[in-house]
Structure formats: C-alpha cells, structure tokens
Nanobody, 123 residues
Framework: VQLQASGGGLVQAGDSLRLSCAAS????????MGWFRQAPGKERVFVAG????????YYADSVKGRFTISRDNSKNTLYLQMNSLKPEDTAVYYC?????????????????WGQGTLVTVSS
C-alpha cells in the first residue's frame, strides 16, 4: 500500500487542523493505521492508532482529548483531527500502515509509511 499524507501547515496555538492520509490499493481496510510525529532533533513517536474497522483507537497521553483519529475505508483515507494545538505539537506528521491485527506504538512494527506533512504551531 502507498500512503500520501497531506493537510499540514502553519497555524497559531489554539487552532485546529485536520490531516489526511490517502492510501492506494484495495486492502486499506485490512491494515491497522497509525499517526506518528517527529519534531526537529527528536525521534519519531506514536501519536494515535486505529484498528481495521475504526472501532478502537489509541492515543499518546500528550494528545489525548485534543486529537481524534478516524478512517473512512470506503475512501481509503485516514484522518487526524487536531484541536487546541500547542507549539509543542510542531513536527512532521507521518501516517503508517501495519499488517498486524492490533495497534502498536512502536514505529518499527509498521510496514508502510507516508512521506510526512509538516505542522507548525506558533505561540
């Protein structure tokens, strides 16, 4: 599967932004999907993950209550709604697909990655 992330940009603290990740292929619905982010000089970290059908989602503590992950399998698209953005949310955001059956927080478990989209939050 090929992934294309989009929707990043420059926003102010407190603003909202929605990221999208378009997937090619017919098997999108069989992948666990995740969002990761990488701030300058830091390692890539888990942000959120969602199961095949979208019934279960998981979040990093730093974004819980502010971010919402969702997917539309009919459109082969993954989303990340980000509200109440903070300067510390500034990072390149990546979507990723995992062929396993459970959501994991380890980037090494994910098999396919999008190219990343930059989110910059000014104070």
């Amino acid at each position: 599967v090929q992934l294309q992330a989009s929707g990043g940009g420059l926003v102010q603290a407190g603003d909202s932004l929605r990221l999208s990740c378009a997937a090619s292929g017919r098997t999108f619905s069989t992948y666990v999907m995740g969002w990761f982010r990488q701030a300058p000089g830091k390692e890539r970290v888990f942000v959120a993950g969602i199961t095949w059908g979208g019934s279960n989602s998981y979040y990093a503590d730093s974004v819980k209550g502010r971010f919402t992950i969702s997917r539309d399998n009919s459109k082969n698209t993954l989303y990340l709604q980000m509200n109440s953005l903070k300067p510390e949310d500034t990072a390149v955001y990546y979507c990723a697909a995992d062929r396993s059956t459970v959501v994991t927080r380890h980037s090494r478990n994910y098999d396919y990655w999008g190219q990343g989209t930059l989110v910059t939050v000014s104070s």
